[in-house]
């Protein structure tokens, strides 16, 4: 197949366009580079079957392909923050213009949308049924609601417009690649750990989340666009639970130094716990994540020790 992947030089996107290259398929990488990095795809440049596009997903654009991965769209709440008004384009008009094109060249199309629709959840494991608890106004809101827009217009093409599509819910993922800068709470701690410095907790570290590492996320992308049982929303994540305190603990023993734990202030409207209820997955996917988190930062930290 020829397939579109948008977002295709991030740290998702990059590991998605190896598989679907390494699975015999053609790969259309679009991505404007804002968290995305060449160097992230420079080993598929010149792969017969692999094609770069710089290009903004906010404006139209054309190809001729059987399948979209929609995933542009900065994910960590530093970079979604840094230009709110843009995120929000970018989820939303992002979404228009894939589910025209996938509408006029009759593609099956995925979005990756996230398990900040469920915001700071008060029914704990989310399951797809939960409608979220999300503030509309506030600082991470450029982010949860665009992709909730997102996720409403890829049921209206699909309702009005018959679009073939597939949503998927992405819990927390890390992994080789994650920009070193990124700002998220693995690579962060990873760094830092790396570099002798203090590993930065926000808030006292209690809160949760469920850390997923990216090469089984990818292989659940593979199947849920292999079926047609169903369109979703489907969750992808790792059910185990950690505090920040726990993660900050196990990468220290991990990466061994000498950096001391600091607390500082927690950013507003931070979830306080988040695992997801895979049972969905579990049945009509027959996926479930392989790698533990242990396991999983050992191949991180070794790929950031390249990298700083
Ligand atoms: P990332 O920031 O590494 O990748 C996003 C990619 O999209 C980058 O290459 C960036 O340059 C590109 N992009 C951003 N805005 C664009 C635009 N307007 N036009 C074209 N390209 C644009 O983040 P990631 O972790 O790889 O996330 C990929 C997708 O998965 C995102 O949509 C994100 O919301 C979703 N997601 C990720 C996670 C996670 O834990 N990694 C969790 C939930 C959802
Ligand atoms: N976090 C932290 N220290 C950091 C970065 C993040 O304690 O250096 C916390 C953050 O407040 C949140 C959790 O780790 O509670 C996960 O943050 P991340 O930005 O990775 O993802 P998200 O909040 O979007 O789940």
Redesign the pocket.
Known sequence: MRILV?????????HLCDRLIRDGHEVVC????????KQ?IAHLLGVPGFELVR????DPFKFEVDQIY???????PP??QYNPI??I???VM?AINCLGLAKRVKARIMQ?????VYGDPQVHPQPETYWGNVNPIGKRSC?DEG?RCAETLFFDYHRENRVDIRVI??????GP???EA?G?VVSNFIVQALRGEDITIYGDGSQTRSF?F?DD?IEGFIRIMAQSETVGPVNLGNPGEFTMMQLAELTLKLVGGKSKIVHKALPSDDPKQRRPDITIARKVLQWEPKVPLEEGLKRTIEYFRGVV
């Open positions: 948008t977002g295709g030089a991030g740290f998702l996107g990059s679009l991505d404007n580079f804002f968290t995305g990095r992230n290009h903004d997903v906010i929609n995933l542009a769209c900065p994910a960590s970079h979604y843009k995120t384009k970018t989820s992002g990756a949308s996230t398990s900040e982010y992709k819910r992405i819990f927390n993922t890390y690649r994650m920009h990124d998220r997923c990216v996320l």
